[in-house]
């Protein structure tokens, strides 16, 4: 552990500065969820503007968690909400730290093949998505060339080729 020098609290969230400088974020509330789901040969993605990186970022539905919400529930919810399309059912493939350099945020991670039409996007103030479907070839191909190069997205894709679920559908 390593001593630190200063600690602010903004909005629930912790600001650390060590003894060398080093600034990071922990978080009361660190868990947050995001949905791999498969729609035939496609997956379903979101494209929003980021604004630490000053860019459009391809990457999967998902967000925070609520207090005293379940984790299912959850990323059903902020599927729902960020791609107006309902998720039946989610298979957990794992969890992650996004950015464990910077902060204590956990991504817990689903997969899914149980899409069905919704009632449409539920968006907070703040967002703008766009909703894509892209086969999962070429999302494989985009994140080889760096150009899909989310850390949650590019986990997931991972985790679901390490347990088969990106295999060609079947005929």
Known sequence: MVEHQSVREVSGMKIITNKYDKTYFSKKDNQSVVLLAR???SLVLIRQYREP???FVVQLPGG???PEEDLDAAVKREFAEET???????VYVGNMYAASWITNEVTHVYYSESISSGTGQ??????KIDVLKVPIEECIEKIK???YNDTELCFAVLQASLRGFLSPAEQ
């Open 122 to 127: 539920k968006l907070e103030a703040h967002e």
């Open 39 to 41: 729609d035939g040969d």
């Open 53 to 55: 990186v000053n860019d």
């Open 145 to 147: 060339q760096n150009i």
């Open 84 to 90: 107006g399309l309902n998720c039946e059912k989610a």
């Open 64 to 66: 925070g968690v609520n």
